[in-house]
């Protein structure tokens, strides 16, 4: 099933590069670079017997790189939720399609969330839930005054053999020199996809924790960021996320809570 | 950190006593007849519209009738008669660098220009604005 699907990404990615030679190809490589301080408070579903709120402040690094039709958004902080990797196939006005490679589930282990090196009982003997890398198609179109999004992600690279397809809203406000976006969506994840993360296979079994096996789920989210130049190179960002998962990812034995949430403030430098 | 237009900063022409013999001041102990504050106006991208309230310091050498004006549309934004130093708050809002001109009322002439510059912090416009909680 990976093969095919690389396959076919490879497929589509050539024939349309060589289809679509237009004005929108750029040679400039253009990058950028951020490094700044943030205050987070991030609180993800609550892994029974490990820590899930974390409130520190931490460093974040953003990179972007653009190069013809590539682009590459990378984030450090965990809250960012990783990195994009996309190849732009189709550019018209108002719609495009890109190949997209991201993550869309945060991994962790008998350890908790961030390898705390700490024996957790409750969850002793699970194995190891790595990142998904996924890969697939986003499609997006501008909507009124929305931009819409619709990826469809296999994870292709990863272990659980499962797919996502992810809808999203974008609404942005200029106040002024403020930059202010508001997001809402949707994910739904396929049985294979959410079963491997919150799933309980046979030989993870215990006495306080049964075989579970979990189906298709959904989760929604909303999202609002705020931004403002304060100098030449610097830039003041604020935001808060909600994330609410379906009602059978409660059930999971693993987990306490289907809700996540990330509030974070702080600036960054721009190089 | 990505300058749209970095020039023609502050430009002082200084008239002198007579508009008909304008004198370019940039030695010390010249005095600024027109001066802007901030001179820069920084937005989070190129093409967006940069908006910032600008205080205009005028100080003219001799009492008289003098206008501010946009450079290249010439459009007047303020004039004042019959005095020598006042104060002008413009809401300036523009995608690009912009300059004003003093001038003389009566003479027209230019006595002297300054830029309100615009720049950009971000080089690369963000494809997607979201982050992923996870």
Redesign the interface.
Known sequence: MKKIIIFIILLCASFYSQAELDEYDDDEF???LSLGGFWVDLA?PELKGAESNFDSLTMLVDA?I?YKRF?L?S?SGD????S?I?YQLIIEDDWGVDVIY?????PFSNEGYFDSETYIPELEGIKERKRDQSIGFSYYRTIGEY?A?AELVYDTLGDSNGWVLHF?A?R?F?L??W?V?L?F?ANYYSANFIDYFYGVDADEARSSRPIYEMGHAVSV?T?V?A?????????FSA?A?V?VGASNTRKSPLINSRH???VFAGVKY?? | ?YFKLVSVNALTLIAGMSVHQPVLANGEGATEILHAAPS?C????EG?????DVKFSINTPVVGDYCIRESTSKKILQCWAQSQSFEFVLGFGSAESMSYELISKSQRDVLAVTTIEV??????R?????????
Not at chain 1, 79 to 82: H, L, M, Q
Not at chain 1, 102 to 106: D, K, P, T, V, W
């Open positions: 253009l990058w950028q993800l972007k653009q682009y958004n984030h809250f960012f939720g990783g994009d996309g991201g993550n869309y589930q945060i931009q999004v999203e974008t942005n200029e002024r020199n930059d976006w997001n969506g989210f999202q960021q931004n403002y130049p304060i100098a030449e190179d610097w830039v935001g996320s994330l996540a949430r990330a721009v190089f | 950190m820069k920084v937005a989070l991208n967006r519209t940069c908006y910032a720049n950009w912090v971000h080089k690369i963000t494809k997607k604005r979201r982050w992923r909680l996870f």
